[in-house]
T-cell receptor, first 113, second 112 residues
Framework: DVKVTQSSRYLVKRTGEKVFLECVQD?????MFWYRQDPGLGLRLIYFSYDVKMKEKGDIPEGYSVSREKKERFSLILESASTNQTSMYLC????????????FGPGTRLTVL | ELKVEQNPLFLSMQEGKNYTIYCNYS?????LYWYRQDPGKSLESLFV?????AVKQEGRLMASLDTKARLSTLHITAAVHDLSATYFC????????????FGKGTHLIIQP
């Protein structure tokens, strides 16, 4: 089974802190994605990556950056956390071969105080 | 800009009844996905629909796609309590590699 793991289930940070959210997948998938989920808004795409060292902006990239130095790991960085970044963050991965679907991690609920 | 609209956003129904969730999208897309999310859990893939007229079924759930109408439906037959969850449709316009645009989700409660 595909496994996508995220470093923390719950995280509490203060305004202005630099925050790192880590995502690791164990199936050698090329594509990886970061979404945030907010009540009533569904999921929105923040950044995605086609492969190692590659990154593309999604629909709401402002205030975020990403890093993909290894194929299995995709990190989301909040350079200076703000209260409006309090949200559930979901990572996903997808293979170029095999079933055409994105596999999601368990999510990180981030609270910024 | 690709937009995805689901309706209804909230649905309470009784066991044994049939119902349909609708998913409309605004621009041409090459594939459509349905996901399920249980409270406090992540998303689970249900269906991927790749072409006009595609129909997929799994148990009491059946999904279909009409690309000309830009409409997908998720039909629930003889609902059971275990199907209570939030259902999302999502659309890709970049072959799936560019990320998905999601609807807001349909919160489904099935009462005994």
């Amino acid at each position: 089974d595909v496994k996508v793991t995220q470093s923390s289930r719950y995280l509490v940070k203060r305004t202005g802190e630099k925050v790192f959210l880590e995502c690791v997948q164990d199936m050698d998938h090329e594509n990886m994605f970061w979404y945030r989920q907010d009540p009533g808004l569904g999921l929105r795409l923040i950044y995605f990556s086609y492969d190692v060292k590659m990154k593309e902006k999604g629909d709401i990239p402002e205030g975020y950056s990403v890093s993909r130095e290894k194929k299995e790991r995709f990190s989301l960085i909040l350079e200076s956390a703000s209260t409006n970044q309090t949200s559930m963050y979901l990572c996903a991965s997808r293979s170029l071969e095999g079933p055409d679907t994105q596999y999601f991690g368990p999510g990180t609920r981030l609270t910024v105080l | 800009e690709l937009k995805v609209e689901q309706n209804p956003l909230f649905l309470s129904m009784q066991e044994g009844k049939n119902y349909t969730i609708y998913c409309n999208y605004s621009t041409t897309s090459d594939r459509l996905y349905w996901y399920r999310q249980d409270p406090g859990k992540s998303l689970e893939s249900l269906f991927v629909l790749l072409s006009n007229g595609a129909v997929k079924q799994e148990g009491r759930l059946m999904a279909s796609l009409d690309t000309k109408a830009r409409l997908s439906t998720l039909h629930i037959t003889a609902a059971v309590h275990d199907l209570s969850a939030t259902y999302f449709c999502a659309v890709s316009s970049g072959g799936g590699a560019d990320g998905l645009t999601f609807g807001k989700g349909t919160h489904l409660i099935i009462q005994p």
